[in-house]
């Protein structure tokens, strides 16, 4: 979502950026064993943009990104998000890390893998994008081991792929990190050298010490004040969006930034219609006469006036007026339904408790949404499919649907939806009877949803583990509230 806003915005930084990825590292074991796989026929998939498998083969190996998966084969290293060397190929935005592979790539690529043996390490499922392919590279691989040393980041692995033969390892790791991603390196190390393939000691030792890349400087060409402003909105304090406003338009006018106007207006439009300004009154307008609403034109107003109404109603909290109108958009909005659509009308019926129903429609608003690069709403359907599936009493469900949002859709969009995602977990592990978890998960959604204001979420969570937990660390924490 960062990159994303700055690429809204004309900031370029793909060339910086790939610069700073593409500094000399020497290889560790996984990039030994990597280019001994290549050369001996096999796969090699990765989301990194380095050039370390690259490095550690001794003659360069074919490569193909993500625009060409097509033409992958045995002995190919894929690249699903780029290479430094070719900074154009890079995936930054959010729409690009959300769009699931086309049905002929995962299909190509999945052909590829059947009936091989598959091995994940150092890799915590969290692309969005990849999620279908991997899903279905797994039912087809004769066996999957995958080499994860954190404990937490193992069951949400379980989780995400719940029908997949995976063979987790180690297979009680330590609690310590640095022992654990030791105990990590020597399973991998240990499975490639049974496996025919060479490993040299300092190899093996490099990839087994903890590590945390320092955070580097990236400088970028001064963008406009209101893309300034519009980083606070998304990934700043929650009070914090106004002044940043008034910073921006002082800036650029002071500066005549005249390509930031375009931005200075969008943001004037979604102030007037969220805080209830004349846009607001206008789009109300037209919902209150229906017949105007229908065959309003040009299409694109009567499409804007729709979903603007649909994101009023659910701000003001009136959840059968969201219903209502959410049903009646999906038989009267011009060339049919759309996702977003039953996105509300999921909402609606969550609140009327219709739950059977509700999860239904979330359901289907969440693959149009991913389908349609939406990540914004594409986040809420899947807020939405876990809070249906805790009314359900379906907790491994929303378990899945609070990992999709911290660990896949939050990590590209903005902090809000990372909050509803431990939101979604603290509750589930609360009625799962794990005190620890939902304590960790409540710590992270709790200091988001204070600083926006938002009590009602902070008690859910505060109530769900008194409730939920039936245990003197749980009880403590919630006194301690």
């Known amino acids: 979502m960062l990159f994303g806003t700055l690429s809204r915005f004309r900031v370029h930084f793909a060339r910086e950026v790939a610069s700073l990825l593409d500094r000399p590292t020497t290889p560790n074991a996984m990039h030994e064993v990597a280019a001994q796989v290549l050369s001996r026929g096999g796969l090699v998939w990765t989301t990194n943009v380095d050039r370390l ?185 929650a009070d914090d969006d106004q002044r940043a406003l008034r910073i921006a338009r002082c800036r650029d006018a002071y500066t005549f930034r005249i390509r930031s106007v375009p931005g200075h207006v969008r943001w004037l439009r979604n102030n007037s219609l969220y805080n209830d300004g004349l846009l607001a009154r206008a789009v109300d307008a037209l919902a209150a006469h229906r017949s105007v609403l229908a065959s309003l034109r040009p299409r694109s107003l009567h499409q804007y006036a729709i979903t603007a109404e649909h994101a009023l109603l659910l701000q003001r909290r009136r959840w059968d007026a969201v219903e209502e109108f959410a049903d009646w958009a999906v038989r009267h909005r011009a060339g049919g339904p759309r996702p977003i659509d039953l996105y509300y009308r999921a909402y609606g019926r969550r609140y009327g408790l219709q739950i059977r129903d509700g999860s239904r429609d979330a359901d289907a608003a969440e693959s149009g949404l991913s389908a349609a690069l939406d990540p914004e ?38 902090p809000r939806w990372r909050a509803w995602g431990s939101w979604l977990e603290a509750i589930a592990w609360s009625h799962l009877r794990d005190p620890a978890a939902a304590h960790e998960a409540a710590e992270a959604a709790d200091v988001r949803f204070r600083a926006e204001g938002r009590p009602g979420p902070v008690a859910d969570v505060s109530n769900g583990t008194a409730i939920g937990c039936a245990s003197g660390a749980s009880a403590r924490w919630v006194a301690g509230r």
């Open 377 to 414: 709403r594409h986040a809420g359907a899947v807020l939405e499919q876990g809070a249906l599936a805790i009314y359900a009493g379906r907790f491994e469900d929303a378990l899945r649907a609070g990992f999709q949002l911290r660990e896949r859709t939050g990590r590209y969009a903005i």
């Open 53 to 237: 498998v690259e490095r550690a083969c001794a003659m360069p190996p074919d490569h193909v990104g993500r625009k060409e998966l097509l033409h992958a084969r045995a002995g190919t290293l894929v690249k699903f998000h780029g290479s430094v060397e070719e900074p154009g190929t890079l995936a930054f935005t959010d729409r690009q890390l959300l769009a699931p592979l086309e049905p002929e790539e995962v299909q190509h690529l999945v052909g590829l893998a059947t009936g091989r043996h598959m091995v994940l390490y150092g890799y915590a499922g969290a692309d969005a994008d990849l999620f279908g392919l991997l899903d279905a590279a797994f039912r087809r691989a004769a066996d999957v081991v995958w080499i994860e040393p954190s404990v937490r980041v193992q069951g949400r692995v379980r989780r995400a792929f719940p029908n997949a033969p995976l063979r987790l390892l180690p297979d009680d790791p330590a609690r310590d990190f640095a022992a654990a991603v030791a105990a990590a390196a020597d399973t991998f190390v240990g499975l490639a050298r049974a496996s025919g393939l060479t490993v040299d000691d300092p190899a093996a030792a490099a990839l087994g010490k903890a590590y945390e890349p320092p955070i580097p400087e990236i400088r970028l060409r001064q963008p406009p004040g209101i893309t300034h402003a519009r980083l606070v909105e998304r990934f700043g304090d």
